[in-house]
């Protein structure tokens, strides 16, 4: 009986298909992934609803994929486990995370785009991890789909045979049944031993108010039943299995997960520390010897500051960035102050898109009013006596003097783009500091170029500027190139005499003398009246480079003094010209919350 038991769960290995789906931002990933619930009949076609795995109010609002999902579908006698990720590169983390519970991927390319940048890295991505490519060109339902020429393209560009490249429409399910029977076909079944002590991977975790802590797991080896006591190899803690199950894309609860097989385990884990990403379950009585290989910390490439309007609001917000880093391990905080804001903290995004997602999931999920500081980046300082610090917040910046130079990091970027917009395209990376590394042509109408820019040129408008210069046309990926030195300078904002902490910022110093002006110039029309003048001034190192004064609101004293002597006006005059300077030494301005963060949008 034991043997039989142990030949049916072999066999069951052989019947599982694990696989996400990559492509580049809007090449269908989510509109297939609803065209293969609908075609297996995980979904009833009355509860049907489009991007059904985006389960986030945002994701849906903004049309794109935020959290990797999971689902479990039956397909001609196999069981998928389908993985729907992010397309944008702010988001790779959580695609290199799924990958690592996947044997394959599905590549989808746009028949009427063909390969984009993020294709390009998504791809490279999954060859990493030693997976299996099957590769889809979707959309061939346009009128503007080119299959063939796009087919030819991937098969110049990423090696795969143009004949094996399956075309759908994700839209219509014409080639869907076809891609599934690939996928069968393509991917390898997982390999595992049941009998083996169990280790189960944690890919992606969420916070529940009323369960705790729901864990997205990929068993690799052994069994996982309810009601196991479980380690956690990491985190040296032990707790019970409170529930274990599958999403069919409802959490349907199972009594057992055995090797290959994907689901979520609850184990009324209330401390969000305790089951992080990348974290390995094992049975308490019979554990594993070794954990399982994780994944790599991902590395914040660009920092604000993030502060409660409301002061009392502060140890809410600790509460709720706890629990979302729970279900983004790529989000870092740690507690700041600021003469402006108060008490907040300072935390670390992948990336502008990242950063704002975050942001606007606080507001929403947790009822938070927030202000963000001006984003910067990590600069290393070397001081004069030798010693290396890393800052990200321009107000931890030594002084000047006891600086010796400024390293600043540098991204390696990618652009794919039609050749009519090379020479537009070339002037926005060399006006942001960019180097030109190499320029290739993927085929007769598309170039790829290569650049090494400033971190800090790309962060704040880059994508946009882009997309603007090239209609929308071109597609951006980069990564971290190294750090190298700078002639930077930082640029202080003055309120009234009181540095405004907030708004102060590392520029490059050929730039520094028109961002302060321009700064000046914004907070000019942003900051309302008071009732006394308020100077704004932009300085470096105590020296002031830029000026703008907001007049101060007038009582008009001499409404009642009709004809008369001149010297009467003039004494009312003098007497409120005395208030007025009194006042300003006594006097608060007072900035209201979007005056940040318009302040900050700085037209290019």
Not at 452 to 466: G, R, S, T
Not at 486 to 504: C, I, K, R, Y
Not at 523 to 537: H, T
Not at 560 to 570: A, E, F, N, S
Request: hydrophobic share 40%.
């Amino acid at each position: 009986m034991r043997n039989d038991s142990i030949g049916l769960l072999l066999m069951d290995l052989q019947r599982i298909r694990n696989f996400s789906i990559i492509a580049h931002i809007d090449h269908g990933k989510s509109t297939l992934s609803d065209r293969i619930l609908e075609l297996t009949g995980a979904v009833e076609m009355r509860d049907m609803r489009s991007q059904y795995l985006d389960s986030m109010d945002l994701e849906r609002e903004r049309g794109i994929t935020i959290k990797a999902q999971n689902v479990r579908v039956d397909w001609k006698g196999h069981t998928l486990h389908l993985i729907d990720t992010p397309g944008h590169v702010d988001f790779g983390y959580e695609v290199s995370r799924s990958l690592a519970a996947c044997e394959g991927v599905v590549l989808v390319v746009d028949a009427a785009q063909g390969i984009e940048a993020q294709t390009l890295a998504n791809c490279y991505l999954a060859l990493e991890h030693d997976l299996e490519i099957v590769a889809v060109l979707n959309k061939i339902d346009l009128p503007a789909a080119d299959p063939d020429r796009y087919a030819m393209e991937i098969e110049t560009v990423l090696g795969i045979p143009a004949e094996d490249i399956i075309r759908i429409s994700a839209k219509t399910g014409v080639g869907v049944p076809d891609l599934l029977d690939a996928v069968i076909a393509n991917i390898p079944p997982p390999q595992g031993d049941p009998d083996a002590p169990l280790q189960a991977l944690i890919f992606d975790s969420q916070y529940d108010q009323y369960r705790g802590v729901v864990s997205s797991i990929r068993v690799m080896n052994g069994r996982i039943n309810s009601a196991s006591k479980l380690k956690f190899m990491n985190a040296g803690t032990t707790h019970e299995a409170v529930e274990i199950g599958v999403r069919r894309p409802a959490m349907t609860a199972m009594p057992e997960l055995g090797p290959g097989e994907v689901g979520y385990l609850i184990a009324g884990i209330k401390d969000v520390g305790e089951a992080r990403s990348g974290e390995t379950v094992t049975l308490f009585h019979q554990p594993a010897g070794v954990a399982l290989a994780g994944y790599r910390d991902p590395k914040p490439m660009v920092f604000c500051g993030l502060y409660p309007i409301d002061g009392d609001d502060f140890e809410n917000l600790r509460d709720s960035i706890e629990k979302l880093r729970l279900n983004d391990a790529s989000l870092t905080y740690s507690p700041e102050t600021s003469g402006a804001l108060g008490f907040g903290f300072r935390c670390g995004f992948l990336g502008l898109l990242h950063m704002e997602i975050v942001k606007e999931r606080l507001e929403r999920e947790f009822n938070l009013a927030l202000i963000a500081t001006a984003p910067s980046v990590e600069y290393r300082i070397t001081k004069t006596d030798g010693t290396v610090v890393v800052v990200d917040n321009p107000a931890d910046l030594p002084p000047p003097q006891k600086i010796d130079f400024i390293e600043e990091p540098y991204f390696r970027v990618s652009i794919i783009t039609p050749k009519d917009y090379t020479g537009t395209l070339m002037d926005l990376c060399q006006t942001r500091r960019g180097e030109m590394v190499k320029l290739e042509y993927l085929s007769p109408e598309r170039v790829e170029l290569h650049y090494k820019v400033p971190l800090a040129e790309v962060v704040v408008d880059f994508f946009d500027q882009m997309k603007s210069r090239t209609q929308g046309y071109a597609s951006l990926d980069y990564e971290l190139e190294g750090y190298r030195r700078g002639n930077l300078v930082l640029v202080d904002l003055w309120l009234n005499g009181e540095p405004a902490d907030a708004f102060a910022t590392i520029v490059h110093r050929d730039k520094a003398f028109e961002y302060g002006r321009r700064m000046c110039e914004k907070l000019k029309e942003l900051i309302p009246r008071q009732m006394f003048d308020v100077p704004i001034q932009a300085a470096i190192g105590g020296k002031v480079i830029a000026r703008e004064t907001v007049k101060a609101k007038r009582k008009d004293v001499l409404a009642k003094c009709y004809g008369g002597d001149i010297t009467r006006k003039r004494k009312l005059l003098e007497k409120q010209k005395e208030g007025k300077k009194k006042m300003k030494l006594i006097g608060r301005v007072e900035i209201p919350g979007d005056v940040f963060i318009s302040a900050l949008k700085l037209d290019d």
